[in-house]
């Protein structure tokens, strides 16, 4: 039977009472599969099925019970194994000597996700009232044109840029750590796409200072997630290769369990 595989915890992470059903058809309850000082949280449902958007929430929720207990290290949504043999061997013995201390560090630590965008007319409508641009007619040739739509294209990137710096001057004191989670710098680039790291104690706090920024900034959408398992802050197998052309801490040597590459070269592209 196929096994869903949720996340990694420690061997002693207790299930939630009663254990929450998994996804697949029909729903099986989630349990750990232990291996030394580590455990997958899985369930084994006799069909996967089709994992879409309501899945994808049911996901999240898991990890998050998951998370209430101690941390958990997520895995890539729709993880499947081909039984519990598969889930020691390939995902949990290659991480029995460096996961125990990465799960070490992130505990009682939490991660919160903020996106926040502006309407493009919002965003011109901005920057143009009270500028000098406003008052220039549309130029008739086109390479003056380019150069007219460059300059508004500018003056939005330098807008973003202040928003930026604005937000995460008041977010960032109250994180132990932070880091983009997206490129940020171009025109069609989001005003902040930001991960941040705090005790699990300290969201409330967090929480208030995203409404006061949601109330001070109604032009901003501001989307808000969280807490989740710190994953964009814990050191994941990269699958490098040693100069013998080996695999050094690899992960199974592939991506397939969510962690790692064959290849870095889309290391820090959008994640999810």
């Known amino acids: 039977m196929p096994v869903i595989v949720y996340g990694i915890t420690r061997a002693d ?21 232990r291996f030394g000082p580590l455990s997958a ?15 994808a ?20 949504f729709g993880t ?22 990465r799960l070490d560090a992130v505990d009682g630590l939490v991660e919160l996700r903020l996106d926040v965008d502006e309407e493009e007319q919002s965003a011109l409508q901005a920057v143009l009232r009270g500028s000098p641009v406003a008052d220039r007619p549309t130029p008739d040739a086109l390479d003056e044109r380019i150069r007219f739509g460059q300059e508004i ?10 928003q930026a710096e604005e937000i995460l001057s008041e977010l960032q004191p109250l994180a132990r750590s932070d880091q983009p989670r997206r490129r940020h710098g171009g025109a069609a680039d989001p005003v902040l796409s930001w991960a941040f790291l705090l005790a699990a104690d300290d969201v409330e706090t967090f929480d208030a200072a995203v409404a006061r920024l949601r109330r001070a900034r109604p032009e901003l959408a501001i989307e808000y997630v969280g807490p989740l398992p710190a ?19 690899s992960f199974a040597g592939t991506g397939r369990w969510g962690w790692g590459s064959d290849s870095d070269e889309h290391k820090g592209d959008d994640q999810s």
Request: some cysteine; overall charge negative.
């Open 57 to 76: 929430v049911q996901h999240l929720d898991l990890l998050q019970r998951l998370l209430a207990r101690g941390p958990v290290l997520p895995l890539r």
């Open 153 to 162: 294209a500018e003056l939005i990137v330098q807008r973003r840029q202040q």
């Open 41 to 55: 949280a899985v369930s084994c449902p006799a069909d996967v099925g089709v994992l879409g958007d309501q899945e």
């Open 13 to 33: 992470h207790p299930v939630p009472q009663p254990a929450p059903p998994g996804l697949g058809h029909p729903p099986q309850p989630v349990y750990l599969v």
């Open 231 to 249: 994953i964009d802050f814990i050191e994941f197998p990269t699958g490098n290769r040693t100069s013998a052309g080996e695999r050094a801490d």
């Open 80 to 101: 499947v194994a081909p039984d519990e043999d598969a889930v020691r061997t390939e995902v949990l013995v290659p991480l029995v000597e460096v996961m125990p201390q």
